[in-house]
């Protein structure tokens, strides 16, 4: 056998040339990439290279790209404003950078700190535009924590706390100003300066805490007034406290009720008015519904005037029946005179119209006669006596025309028998 020759390394130099030249044709497309700020582009192209589990050049190049990628991102949030995201992002890659890295790691918090501070800082300049200076202060002071060389935010803090304090000592005078008049029993001057103390030093002050005490007498008091006055049926000055407590306590369930309540009262007595109306303009039933109507608002609203308006309602009504009635007499219809007469002597005790009585009664005679005569006319019907049938219905209208079939049959008869003679259908006086 012969011996084996020594592998020197001017023999293996070819290869190990060729392996690098190899590996650097591989990164070629993704190193020129990443040169170019491409990071996207350059992760395709390192991901399309191999197998970064089997090749550890190709995973470091693929973690880097990866994190310079996000970095990337985190200067296009700022760019577009989103600052919450761009820190939240921030603080994933603190763990994740490299060492040569954090220098601009820390320039870009430093950047999104100071870009969140002017955010703040006009979002609390809103806040004391709409006069919300307290929300203010603690956004100008956030601010300033995140960027303490901010000027604005730090000239701003200066001015709403001092305007605020401005605003504790106005709020305190108006206190002590509202406590002096309660000493002089002025309640309602008392109230407008714990209203504006209680404005100036804000929600849980001592100022708003008086002014809810006092609220809640001077409703208490109002409402005792409205009362008092709607049980006088003073419906004006009921009004009148109601609104008041209204005013102080809009949501008061107490005083929503009896506002409701005069709100009813109120319709009533108008109803009432257009009832007392409708009887003056002869109109009874629209008048009777008015009462009616009032009566299911507000029972208890002036019982004694409901009662007279129903009884000129009435009256007026028996006037109407009684003038009616006498047209009735005029035309003969004795039946439909005598039933409104009925009507009247029912309905009423000592009518004013004293002859109702006398007429009442003599139409009671007429109608019976006509009654009778009516029967003769069957009894001749039942026999086939045209003639004495025709006499008898005669009769009846002559005495009352309104007898239910009368004229109808008698001009039947007329017809029958050849008479063209029109019936005497006036009624006997």
């Given at each position: 056998?012969?011996?084996?020759?020594?592998?020197?390394?001017?023999?293996?130099?070819?290869?190990?040339?060729?392996?690098?030249?190899?590996?650097?044709?591989?990164?070629?497309?993704?190193?020129?990439?990443?040169?170019?700020?491409?990071y996207?582009?350059?992760?395709?192209?390192?991901?399309?290279?191999?197998?970064?589990d089997?090749d550890?050049?190709?995973?470091?190049?693929?973690?880097?790209?990866?994190?310079?990628?996000?970095?990337?991102?985190?200067?296009?949030?700022?760019?577009?404003?989103?600052?919450?995201?761009?820190?939240?992002?921030?603080?994933?890659?603190?763990?994740?950078?490299?060492?040569?890295?954090?220098?601009?790691?820390?320039?870009?918090?430093?950047?999104?700190?100071?870009?969140?501070?002017?955010?703040?800082?006009?979002?609390?300049?809103?806040?004391?535009?709409?006069?919300?200076?307290?929300?203010?202060?603690?956004?100008?002071?956030?601010?300033?924590?995140?960027?303490?060389?901010?000027?604005?935010?730090?000239?701003?803090?200066?001015?709403?706390?001092?305007?605020?304090?401005?605003?504790?000592?106005?709020?305190?005078?108006?206190?002590?100003?509202?406590?002096d008049?309660?000493?002089h029993?002025?309640?309602?001057?008392?109230?407008?300066?714990?209203?504006?103390g209680?404005?100036a030093?804000?929600?849980?002050?001592?100022?708003?805490?008086?002014?809810?005490?006092?609220?809640?007498?001077?409703?208490?008091?109002?409402?005792?007034?409205?009362?008092?006055?709607?049980?006088?049926?003073?419906?004006?000055?009921?009004?009148?406290?109601?609104?008041?407590?209204?005013?102080?306590?809009?949501?008061?369930?107490?005083?929503?009720?009896?506002?409701?309540?005069?709100?009813?009262?109120?319709?009533?007595?108008?109803?009432?008015?257009?009832?007392?109306?409708a009887?003056?303009?002869?109109?009874?039933?629209?008048?009777?519904?008015?009462?009616?109507?009032?009566?299911?608002?507000?029972?208890?609203?002036a019982?004694?005037?409901?009662?007279e308006?129903?009884?000129?309602?009435?009256e007026?009504?028996?006037?109407?029946?009684?003038?009616?009635?006498?047209?009735?007499?005029?035309?003969?219809?004795?039946?439909h005179?005598?039933?409104?007469?009925?009507?009247?002597?029912?309905?009423s005790?000592?009518?004013?119209?004293?002859?109702?009585?006398?007429?009442?009664?003599r139409?009671?005679?007429?109608?019976?006669?006509?009654?009778?005569?009516?029967?003769?006319?069957?009894?001749?019907?039942?026999?086939?006596?045209?003639?004495?049938?025709?006499?008898?219905?005669?009769?009846?209208?002559?005495?009352?025309?309104?007898?239910?079939?009368?004229?109808?049959?008698?001009?039947?008869?007329?017809?029958?028998?050849?008479?063209?003679?029109?019936?005497?259908?006036?009624?006997?006086?």
């Amino acid at each position: 056998m012969g011996s084996m020759r020594p592998v020197t390394f001017a023999a293996l130099l070819p290869v190990v040339v060729l392996a690098a030249c190899q590996s650097s044709t591989r990164f070629a497309a993704g190193d020129a990439a990443f040169e170019r700020r491409d990071y996207a582009l350059a992760l395709l192209a390192y991901e399309a290279a191999g197998d970064p589990d089997a090749d550890p050049e190709l995973a470091a190049r693929i973690e880097r790209t990866r994190y310079f990628r996000a970095e990337d991102h985190v200067r296009d949030l700022l760019a577009l404003e989103r600052t919450d995201e761009a820190l939240a992002l921030l603080d994933r890659l603190e763990a994740l950078a490299p060492p040569d890295r954090r220098d601009e790691l820390v320039e870009l918090r430093d950047r999104a700190r100071r870009q969140k501070a002017r955010v703040l800082t006009e979002q609390g300049f809103a806040l004391m535009e709409a006069d919300r200076e307290e929300e203010a202060v603690p956004l100008f002071e956030q601010a300033l924590s995140l960027d303490p060389t901010l000027e604005r935010a730090a000239v701003l803090l200066d001015r709403t706390r001092g305007h605020l304090e401005e605003l504790r000592r106005y709020g305190e005078s108006l206190y002590f100003e509202g406590l002096d008049q309660l000493r002089h029993e002025r309640d309602r001057r008392a109230l407008t300066a714990f209203l504006h103390g209680s404005r100036a030093l804000g929600p849980d002050s001592r100022a708003e805490r008086r002014l809810d005490a006092l609220l809640e007498d001077l409703v208490r008091a109002d409402l005792e007034m409205a009362r008092e006055a709607l049980d006088a049926d003073d419906l004006g000055s009921a009004f009148f406290w109601v609104r008041d407590a209204e005013r102080l306590a809009p949501e008061d369930p107490e005083v929503r009720d009896l506002a409701e309540e005069l709100a009813a009262r109120q319709e009533a007595a108008a109803l009432l008015g257009h009832a007392d109306l409708a009887v003056r303009g002869g109109r009874p039933e629209e008048a009777r519904a008015d009462v009616a109507a009032a009566a299911a608002l507000a029972p208890d609203l002036a019982p004694e005037r409901r009662g007279e308006l129903v009884q000129l309602a009435d009256e007026e009504q028996h006037r109407l029946d009684y003038r009616l009635a006498r047209a009735y007499e005029l035309d003969g219809q004795a039946v439909h005179a005598l039933e409104l007469y009925r009507k009247i002597l029912e309905e009423s005790v000592g009518f004013g119209w004293e002859d109702t009585a006398e007429r009442a009664a003599r139409l009671e005679e007429a109608v019976a006669a006509a009654g009778e005569a009516w029967d003769r006319a069957m009894v001749a019907r039942g026999r086939g006596d045209l003639e004495a049938e025709r006499d008898a219905l005669e009769e009846v209208v002559r005495i009352a025309n309104d007898w239910p079939g009368a004229l109808e049959r008698l001009a039947e008869l007329r017809r029958l028998t050849g008479d063209q003679s029109e019936p005497d259908s006036r009624a006997a006086d």
